[in-house]
């Protein structure tokens, strides 16, 4: 990905590293005890954005600033952050490549529909090298010059119990890796996934929705799921 992202640059080119994950890292963690960070009275995790300097759950909304020394043990300077967020794609990106003009969109990052607009045009008028993405970006924008997409974690969307995970990562990354090559400039998407077997990876590789669809069908219908099946909460 690397290498596709200084050939893009190098020809004048843009990209997009799209990952749906807001904030810098989605866990921060104590090396000296082990301690997890997560929200009061939960077990979410609290994410770090490290452009506000605070932690964040983005399940209940709880914020605070992120503390010099662990809560759980007194260990000073020992909270670490695991994990990507688009924060720290962006960071990596500006170690790699340190004169391209890159830009992160995020409702973290853009405060209004004004600071939305303005970055739109910023990406369409080609002021914009390389811009890091959460699906803010994924739908409906038509970038002419945007010629490369990287897909950073795409098994992020397959984890958990949701029943619609599959369908609704296919949905996303058809959506986010759609936006490369949309007029006169050939383009490509990479994806970075630990599961390239996956359905959701073969039907994007083969661009067949069809294939997935049925595949997906034929795994809920075996599985009792819906809309094979009703569920009665």
């Not at 830009?103 to 002021?127: K, P, Y």
């Not at 994007?204 to 069908?217: I, K, P, S, W």
Request: hydrophobic share 40%; glycine share 8%; proline share 6%.
């Amino acid at each position: 990905m690397v290498d596709a992202l200084s050939a893009t640059y190098a020809a004048g080119d843009q990209s997009l590293l799209f990952l749906n994950r807001r904030g810098y890292a989605p866990l921060v963690l104590c090396k000296a005890c082990g301690e997890r960070m997560t929200a009061p009275d939960t077990d979410s995790w609290l994410v770090e954005h490290r452009y506000s300097g605070r932690l964040v759950c983005h399940l209940t909304g709880f914020s605070m600033p992120k503390p010099a020394a662990c809560p759980h043990c007194g260990a000073i300077d020992s909270l670490v952050s695991i994990g990507p967020g688009v924060e720290r794609v962006e960071e990596e990106a500006r170690t790699l490549f340190p004169e391209a003009r890159i830009a992160v969109f995020s409702s973290d990052t853009l405060w209004d529909a004004r600071e939305a607009r303005n970055l739109i045009a910023a990406m369409e008028q080609g002021q914009i090298d390389i811009l890091v993405a959460t699906q803010a970006a994924a739908k409906g924008h038509n970038f002419p010059n945007l010629t490369l997409v990287g897909v950073v974690d795409a098994d992020l969307g397959l984890r958990g119990g949701d029943l619609r995970a599959a369908e609704r990562t296919y949905q996303l990354l058809a959506q986010a890796t759609g936006r490369a090559g949309r007029k006169d400039r050939p383009g490509r998407a990479l994806l970075q996934t630990y599961a390239p077997e996956h359905p959701v990876m073969q039907a994007l590789l083969a661009q067949d929705r069809d294939a997935f669809t049925t595949a997906e069908l034929h795994e809920r219908d075996m599985a009792g799921l819906p809309p094979s099946a009703a569920w009665r909460l």
